[in-house]
């Protein structure tokens, strides 16, 4: 199966690289201004703008006519074709989004980026692309040393079970990064090497999950909570930013102290979401999760900065790669199914069940455990109650079932019948799904 992977190396440029690398940077800032300010133009006069290959075309012709961009030669041609490619992207996607046809929040008319405060980025769309050793080549940047070994996609290139794509050089903090968008041909095993295994998981705020396996073991993993504990740090470092007078030396340092303990706040979460998911889809062939409304949730300020810092939107998605690539799959109970309120002993279902309430105990049968366990249980027997209905073709509605398991494809993220969604039940639906099953026990 061929999957889009993206391989991602920290460079050790020389310094006149890292001088190159800045200045291609500032050449993709310049070409994207440069464009838009084109399309404004010419939007204000005609009504409309340009595309991406006619800012290429419109830009090969002026700068060779304009001195005042005589430094143009200085930089790969990529640099600018592929910012032209991105404002090209922007508008057409603004133009979706006000149509409605973009999921998602409404973008806004794409804006000008200004050095220091926009992201230090460009890509290479061809040209010479290799690794090799613990070394990079890319095209006008000749060889650059990288921090680690590239061995395993150097091998996999020399294999020819990879083909560079792309390579997009960012900067974080102090640190330069080339990651390659590379086409992967993935042996995807027909099975998982645990088949059947399942695991209910319930995404907490307390912890990063809980999970409770088929065989009742209970799985918790804690989590960093990497912001909250470095919390007191960026304060810190951002009171010393705030006060250095601008445009002064000390304050380009403090800017640079502060981007690196954010970059370390981003780099342990995402550590520990890559272990807990690579360890969860390597285990289990079946991984229940709740559809979670992230957006949603983080609009509530009270919870927003702790649900951010577990990263579950994040979490989902590595979820769904992995599991695929393991033969396995996730399974996502609807954004209604109550896992939380649901008695997992007797299936009574409360009404409310304050986040402060850590314990669920039961009115009807006495039951009284931990909350996310009690959810992760619901989760796994959700999974389990519609696994032999699961198919490709669309869901079928079990009677007696604590949520109907709908199957639905998930488009680039798994293949048929490898992704299921499981809704849970709500009073007002029931007559949709009357109408899609003659089993429906309403
Ligand atoms: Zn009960």
């Given at each position: 199966?061929?999957?889009?992977?993206?391989?991602?190396?920290?460079?050790?440029?020389?310094?006149?690289?890292?001088?190159?690398?800045?200045?291609?940077?500032?050449?993709?800032?310049?070409?994207?201004?440069?464009?838009?300010?084109?399309?404004?133009?010419?939007?204000?006069?005609?009504?409309?703008?340009?595309?991406?290959?006619?800012?290429?075309?419109?830009?090969?012709?002026?700068?060779?006519?304009?001195?005042?961009?005589?430094?143009?030669?200085?930089?790969?041609?990529?640099?600018?074709?592929?910012?032209?490619?991105?404002?090209?992207?922007?508008?057409?996607?603004?133009?979706?989004?006000?149509?409605?046809?973009?999921?998602?929040?409404?973008?806004?008319?794409?804006?000008?980026?200004?050095?220091?405060?926009?992201?230090?980025?460009?890509?290479?769309?061809?040209?010479?692309?290799?690794?090799?050793?613990?070394?990079?080549?890319?095209?006008?940047?000749?060889?650059?040393?990288?921090?680690?070994?590239?061995?395993?996609?150097?091998?996999?290139?020399?294999?020819?079970?990879?083909?560079?794509?792309?390579?997009?050089?960012?900067?974080?903090?102090?640190?330069?990064?080339?990651?390659?968008?590379?086409?992967?041909?993935?042996?995807?095993?027909?099975?998982?090497?645990?088949?059947?295994?399942?695991?209910?998981?319930?995404?907490?705020?307390?912890?990063?999950?809980?999970?409770?396996?088929?065989?009742?073991?209970?799985?918790?993993?804690?989590?960093?909570?990497?912001?909250?504990?470095?919390?007191?740090?960026?304060?810190?470092?951002?009171?010393?930013?705030?006060?250095?007078?601008?445009?002064?030396?000390?304050?380009?340092?403090?800017?640079?102290?502060?981007?690196?303990?954010?970059?370390?706040?981003?780099?342990?979460?995402?550590?520990?979401?890559?272990?807990?998911?690579?360890?969860?889809?390597?285990?289990?062939?079946?991984v229940v999760a709740?559809?979670?409304?992230?957006?949603?949730?983080?609009?509530?300020?009270?919870?927003?900065?702790?649900?951010?810092?577990?990263?579950?939107?994040?979490?989902?998605?590595?979820l769904a790669?992995?599991t695929?690539?393991?033969?396995?799959r996730v399974v996502t109970?609807?954004?209604?199914?109550?896992?939380?309120?649901?008695?997992?002993?007797?299936?009574?279902?409360?009404?409310?069940?304050?986040?402060?309430?850590?314990?669920?105990?039961?009115?009807?049968?006495?039951?009284?455990?931990?909350?996310?366990?009690?959810?992760?249980?619901?989760?796994?027997?959700?999974?389990?109650?519609?696994?032999?209905?699961?198919?490709?073709?669309?869901?079928?509605?079990?009677?007696?079932?604590?949520?109907?398991?709908?199957?639905?494809?998930?488009?680039?993220?798994t293949?048929?019948?490898?992704t299921?969604?499981?809704?849970?039940?709500?009073?007002?639906?029931?007559?949709?799904?009357?109408?899609?099953?003659?089993?429906?026990?309403?």
């Amino acid at each position: 199966m061929k999957v889009h992977q993206a391989y991602r190396f920290a460079l050790d440029p020389a310094p006149a690289q890292e001088r190159m690398l800045r200045s291609h940077a500032g050449a993709a800032r310049f070409a994207w201004n440069w464009g838009l300010a084109r399309c404004r133009e010419r939007y204000e006069a005609e009504g409309k703008w340009y595309s991406g290959t006619d800012l290429h075309r419109l830009w090969n012709e002026v700068k060779k006519a304009e001195p005042a961009l005589g430094w143009w030669g200085e930089n790969s041609k990529c640099a600018y074709q592929e910012a032209f490619r991105d404002l090209d992207r922007a508008l057409r996607d603004f133009t979706k989004s006000r149509k409605g046809e973009r999921k998602g929040k409404r973008l806004g008319f794409p804006g000008f980026k200004k050095r220091g405060k926009c992201r230090d980025s460009f890509r290479f769309g061809s040209g010479v692309m290799r690794c090799s050793g613990a070394t990079v080549t890319l095209p006008r940047l000749g060889t650059v040393a990288t921090h680690e070994s590239t061995r395993k996609l150097a091998r996999r290139l020399a294999s020819g079970t990879a083909r560079i794509l792309s390579a997009t050089v960012s900067r974080t903090a102090q640190w330069w990064f080339v990651s390659f968008t590379v086409e992967v041909d993935r042996a995807i095993p027909g099975h998982h090497m645990r088949a059947g295994s399942a695991i209910g998981v319930d995404l907490g705020v307390k912890t990063l999950l809980t999970g409770v396996d088929d065989a009742g073991n209970v799985v918790p993993v804690a989590g960093p909570k990497a912001l909250r504990s470095s919390l007191r740090q960026i304060r810190r470092a951002s009171r010393a930013h705030s006060r250095k007078a601008q445009g002064s030396a000390n304050r380009r340092k403090g800017a640079a102290r502060l981007a690196r303990v954010h970059a370390r706040v981003a780099n342990v979460r995402a550590d520990a979401l890559h272990k807990a998911t690579s360890a969860l889809a390597s285990r289990y062939e079946t991984v229940v999760a709740e559809d979670l409304n992230v957006a949603g949730m983080v609009r509530n300020r009270r919870l927003a900065r702790a649900i951010a810092d577990q990263g579950f939107g994040e979490a989902r998605r590595m979820l769904a790669y992995k599991t695929t690539w393991n033969g396995g799959r996730v399974v996502t109970a609807g954004r209604f199914y109550p896992s939380s309120k649901t008695c997992s002993g007797c299936g009574a279902v409360k009404t409310k069940l304050a986040l402060s309430e850590r314990r669920y105990v039961c009115t009807a049968c006495g039951l009284a455990l931990d909350r996310d366990i009690n959810a992760a249980v619901n989760l796994l027997n959700l999974a389990a109650s519609g696994a032999e209905s699961q198919n490709a073709c669309g869901g079928t509605v079990r009677p007696g079932l604590p949520g109907h398991v709908l199957v639905k494809q998930e488009p680039g993220t798994t293949p048929v019948g490898e992704t299921g969604t499981a809704r849970g039940r709500r009073p007002s639906r029931c007559r949709r799904f009357r109408s899609a099953s003659s089993h429906c026990p309403c």
